[in-house]
């Protein structure tokens, strides 16, 4: 069996984060916040950042395919691995469909001629191919597509920086005036844009799944959680501080597409087609990352009995069944794609709902029990424990601020329900299960 390479997993950590929703969802951000989203940028990154030390504390002491399912499980109980296992599970399912739309809707535009469903199609049958194949081959794809993302941003913030410091011919540079109005809508704008931009750290988890694919696991993710995290927080925020202090907060260009609407200051030529290729990469590249990470996650489910043991069938290290079963749902999503064109990016999208939280909460609430049983951690958390419980603090707080703004509810009810019913099945199961040893006995 081959292995992912160190470059792999720090392609695939910092890759993981940086998608579409960088590039076209910040807008929302900046119309809620102003140009304090980078208050809102910055706890949301310090929060995303707490999650991912944790992670990698326990992905560095017990790496495995199922990552924070397993945590769970070891920390909490079966019931628990189960549930944020099957919801995690669940969720990209869904997430590779949105990813797989939003990637055919740009091909489209490209192509008018092969209608969208058919670009779902040939994207869910291209990369499932990929993951399919060798894990080296994934890894390979991963590493490129990311690559293409990193370097995209980096040339962003040095065009972007450049033009801040007047060194772009023709392009007066505006100093700090778009800055002076800086909480437009107060402190209440810093919180709105916080729950909006939070859910553009969703991704990171990636690299945790795939650090059991690597050569030396604990070494590897030790060295990908510290180098990416730091990295993501200065591409997010440098490059929304470029946007924000060249343009007005509340130009409605910057409301549609920062990213295109700096290049279109700086005249740039086909802005919007340059950003429609980095976001077309982008989601070729989320597609690709998550079908990974679900397959590895239901194969761990069925290692454990979680799932049927039809899906631990590997052909050279490839859970080819998992794989397959994983992606069920983008195929699907060509019908769903052929019927409903216009509507069906957003049904998918709020169909997502805000699983991301849980899965945080429960990564938290695993990384605080497991620390007692480790003596010196590889990868140890910050300040533990009182970072820990911050973040799961901070966690909570999220989810009761969306529980009460009208918008944001209904994805945060329907995901309640959804982890209830998964909580319910795993907390049977596990009662069946003691009442079964104990009949044994």
């Given at each position: 069996?081959?292995?992912?390479?160190?470059?792999?997993?720090?392609?695939?950590?910092?890759?993981?984060?940086?998608?579409?929703?960088?590039?076209?969802?910040?807008?929302?951000?900046?119309?809620?916040?102003?140009?304090?989203?980078?208050?809102?940028?910055?706890?949301?990154?310090?929060?995303?950042?707490?999650?991912?030390?944790?992670?990698?504390?326990?992905?560095?002491?017990?790496?495995?395919?199922?990552?924070?399912?397993?945590?769970?499980?070891?920390?909490?109980?079966?019931?628990?691995?189960?549930?944020?296992?099957?919801?995690?599970?669940?969720?990209?399912?869904?997430?590779?469909?949105?990813?797989?739309?939003?990637?055919?809707?740009?091909?489209?535009?490209?192509?008018?001629?092969?209608?969208?469903?058919?670009?779902?199609?040939?994207?869910?049958?291209?990369?499932?191919?990929?993951?399919?194949?060798?894990?080296?081959?994934?890894?390979?794809?991963?590493?490129?597509?990311?690559?293409?993302?990193?370097?995209?941003?980096?040339?962003?913030?040095?065009?972007?920086?450049?033009?801040?410091?007047?060194?772009?011919?023709?392009?007066?540079?505006?100093?700090?005036?778009?800055?002076?109005?800086?909480?437009?809508?107060?402190?209440?704008?810093?919180?709105?844009?916080?729950?909006?931009?939070?859910?553009?750290?969703?991704?990171?988890?990636?690299?945790?799944?795939?650090?059991?694919?690597?050569?030396?696991?604990?070494?590897?993710?030790?060295?990908?959680?510290?180098?990416?995290?730091?990295?993501?927080?200065?591409?997010?925020?440098?490059?929304?501080?470029?946007?924000?202090?060249?343009?007005?907060?509340?130009?409605?260009?910057?409301?549609?597409?920062?990213?295109?609407?700096?290049l279109d200051r700086l005249g740039i030529p086909a802005a919007g087609q340059i950003m429609n290729v980095v976001i077309f990469v982008?989601?070729?590249?989320?597609?690709?990352?998550?079908?990974?990470?679900?397959?590895?996650?239901?194969?761990?489910?069925?290692?454990?009995?979680?799932?049927?043991?039809?899906?631990?069938?590997?052909?050279?290290?490839?859970?080819?069944?998992?794989?397959?079963?994983?992606?069920?749902?983008?195929?699907?999503?060509?019908?769903?794609?052929?019927?409903?064109?216009?509507?069906?990016?957003?049904?998918?999208?709020?169909?997502?709902?805000?699983?991301?939280?849980?899965?945080?909460?429960?990564?938290?609430?695993?990384?605080?029990?497991?620390?007692?049983?480790?003596?010196?951690?590889?990868?140890?958390?910050?300040?533990?424990?009182?970072?820990?419980?911050?973040?799961?603090a901070g966690i909570a707080a999220v989810i009761v601020l969306m529980l009460n703004d009208e918008q944001a509810r209904g994805q945060?009810?329907?995901?309640?329900?959804?982890?209830?019913?998964?909580?319910?099945?795993?907390?049977?199961?596990?009662?069946?299960?003691?009442?079964?040893?104990?009949?044994?006995?």
């Amino acid at each position: 069996m081959t292995h992912l390479r160190q470059r792999h997993l720090t392609m695939i950590a910092l890759g993981g984060v940086i998608g579409a929703g960088l590039f076209v969802g910040t807008g929302a951000g900046i119309a809620l916040a102003g140009p304090a989203v980078l208050i809102s940028f910055g706890l949301a990154g310090f929060l995303a950042l707490l999650v991912m030390r944790m992670l990698g504390e326990m992905a560095a002491e017990h790496p495995s395919g199922g990552a924070f399912s397993v945590h769970a499980e070891k920390a909490i109980g079966p019931w628990a691995g189960f549930t944020v296992g099957w919801l995690y599970w669940a969720t990209v399912g869904v997430v590779l469909a949105v990813e797989a739309t939003g990637a055919a809707k740009i091909a489209a535009g490209w192509l008018p001629a092969v209608p969208q469903w058919a670009w779902v199609l040939i994207f869910m049958s291209a990369l499932t191919a990929v993951n399919l194949t060798d894990v080296r081959n994934f890894g390979e794809f991963e590493f490129w597509f990311a690559g293409l993302k990193v370097a995209a941003i980096v040339l962003f913030l040095v065009l972007g920086a450049a033009a801040v410091a007047g060194l772009v011919p023709g392009v007066g540079s505006p100093g700090i005036h778009n800055l002076q109005d800086f909480l437009p809508h107060g402190w209440s704008g810093v919180i709105a844009g916080f729950m909006a931009v939070v859910f553009a750290f969703g991704g990171l988890e990636v690299v945790t799944i795939a650090a059991a694919d690597a050569e030396d696991p604990k070494h590897a993710i030790g060295k990908a959680v510290r180098t990416s995290m730091t990295r993501l927080l200065v591409f997010y925020l440098g490059s929304m501080a470029v946007v924000v202090t060249l343009l007005p907060w509340n130009d409605s260009e910057v409301g549609a597409s920062p990213y295109v609407a700096v290049l279109d200051r700086l005249g740039i030529p086909a802005a919007g087609q340059i950003m429609n290729v980095v976001i077309f990469v982008a989601l070729l590249s989320a597609i690709n990352a998550t079908l990974y990470g679900a397959a590895r996650m239901l194969c761990s489910l069925a290692e454990r009995g979680e799932a049927p043991k039809a899906l631990l069938a590997k052909q050279h290290g490839v859970p080819r069944n998992a794989v397959l079963a994983s992606v069920a749902f983008g195929f699907f999503s060509v019908i769903l794609n052929y019927l409903w064109p216009d509507t069906v990016f957003l049904l998918l999208l709020n169909a997502v709902g805000s699983a991301l939280l849980v899965v945080w909460a429960f990564i938290a609430v695993s990384q605080i029990r497991l620390r007692r049983a480790i003596a010196n951690p590889a990868v140890p958390m910050w300040g533990y424990p009182y970072l820990s419980w911050l973040a799961l603090a901070g966690i909570a707080a999220v989810i009761v601020l969306m529980l009460n703004d009208e918008q944001a509810r209904g994805q945060i009810l329907s995901t309640g329900v959804l982890v209830a019913v998964v909580a319910a099945i795993g907390l049977s199961r596990s009662a069946l299960r003691r009442r079964s040893l104990r009949g044994r006995t």
